[in-house]
């Protein structure tokens, strides 16, 4: 799990302030922006924003304990400072189900999704191009479709992704091709519908 440290992070809010600021007539939802980002994880193969996560309190109730938003991989699941043994529970993507009813609370350690301060999902830079260009091939699709941009421009786009692609593939590659698609997968559901102002920085 290690990552090269020099590479620097940025929250998919900056991709949307990129746009809003280069695109000041379009209108989009952050949501859409981390649910294209995910499509460019699953395009790519790329993803390695993750941080580990320790001693992470959550509460028990009627046999299961609800995981924090962005869980990609589990480690250790304490409860009253002891390990718990994995025959003792079993995990789906949004819970952790206790074979035998306990009351109180919960700690884990877990790999998951780097976030902002504000719980938007954090990329490489190295990806950030892609997922800028990604993103506008999607909000100009319907202009393109309806003959309000020529297929030049609308190609531009493409193309201009289609090589920032390229080289976030050439970056690291850590991860299984099910990996990435796991990832992709709490991306795409991690974050409620928010509308992006246009005045974002």
Known sequence: MAQNTSLRDISVKTIAAMIARNHKHLEFDIYDIV??????????GVYESFVQFKDIEISISDKKALLPC??????????????????????????????QEQTGSLKIDYIGIKTDDDGFPMILDTMKDAVYWYCLTKLYFEDFISGRMDQGRYAYMENKYAIAADKAKGSFRYFSRNDMDHAAAILYNMLPKIRMPKNLD
């Open 35 to 44: 649910e294209w980002t995910a499509e460019v994880v699953k395009n790519t």
């Open 70 to 99: 962005g869980v990609f991989r589990l480690l250790n699941i304490y409860f009253n400072g002891c390990k718990v043994n994995p025959g003792a529970y079993y995990a789906d993507d949004a819970f952790i189900h206790l074979h």
